[in-house]
């Protein structure tokens, strides 16, 4: 085996690669309340909204260890690469790292990089399709890494939340801002910066006039879209989604569509309604 690709469970899996033993997913825990739900092929997204729907408190997550990275870097693949979640939100990619680390005690020349892909969810999933490709094209290590970490430096991630309760329950807005937000229908439209953290770029009253900005900003910050793979993931709305890449495409050109459900993590951070973009 040429390549491997380990992908933590952040970032959703296309069909082909759940089969794929060139592709490996490490996964997160989720926690709410008591009951911990491991972020893997038995995740049952409709419980887990349930629950947290349920629940007064945060659903919480933890990456997966050093060990888990370094027992699915050890195998026989000539080129071993990883792509965590932005090291800004979660403590994957340092966990990533240390278990690349721990590998090279024992087999110093083993050829391992971890990508900080300073997005989430579908972002995720462009990334690794990106260093599939260039794995494909018969590129070389260094040359992948180039390529990809220029991608990544290029690349833009947005989403749109039905609710915010969850960002109500961790803190991140205050019980009277969730609840005018909540009261006017205001949805923020949200993104990330180059170093992977979260911004507000806009808001607007109603689920369906924030999606359209978001496209808007998608529109407007793709420079060269036909060159580049539209990534759409949506937790438990495939209507939404598919509008949102109707819009898109009535606007711009692209090279090719992904679009997903969310998993577990990403299904955390947008909720139930929630759509996530990235290109």
């Known amino acids: 085996m040429r390549y491997k690709i380990v992908i933590d469970s952040c970032g959703e899996l296309v069909e082909k690669w759940k089969d794929s033993p060139a592709v490996e997913r490490a996964s997160l825990t989720l926690t709410v309340d008591d009951e911990d739900i491991i972020d893997d092929d ?6 887990f909204l349930k629950r947290v729907a349920e629940s007064p408190n945060c659903p919480k997550s933890s990456c997966p260890s050093p060990e888990r990275y370094m027992s699915a870097y050890d195998c026989e693949a000539e080129h071993v690469y990883a792509v965590t979640l932005s090291s800004e939100l979660s403590g994957s990619y340092n966990s990533a790292v240390l278990g690349m680390n721990l590998l090279k005690e024992t087999h110093p020349d083993k050829k391992i990089h971890v990508f900080n892909s300073h997005s989430a969810s579908v972002g995720q999933t462009l990334i690794a399709l990106k260093i599939e490709e260039c794995e494909e094209q018969g590129m070389e290590f260094e040359e992948v890494i180039k390529k990809v970490d220029a991608y990544i430096s290029e690349q833009n991630t ?13 803190g991140r807005l205050s019980n009277l801002k969730a609840f005018v937000a909540t009261a006017l229908k205001i949805k923020p439209v949200m993104g990330s910066t180059p170093e992977g953290t979260i911004v507000q770029l806009d808001q607007a009253r109603g689920m369906n006039k924030a999606v359209m900005k978001m496209v808007d900003y998608v529109v407007e910050r793709t420079p060269n879209p036909a ?4 990534g759409i993931s949506h937790c438990n709305c495939p209507a939404r989604a598919q509008a949102v890449k109707e819009a898109i495409l009535e606007r711009i050109p692209v090279k090719d569509v992904v679009l997903l459900d969310t998993a577990g993590v990403s299904s955390m951070y947008a909720n139930d309604g929630g759509i996530i973009i990235a290109m």
């Open 42 to 47: 038995t995740f049952d997204q409709a419980y």
């Open 158 to 170: 947005y989403f749109v939340l039905e609710t915010l309760e969850t960002l109500r329950k961790n």
């Open 227 to 230: 060159e580049k793979v539209l």
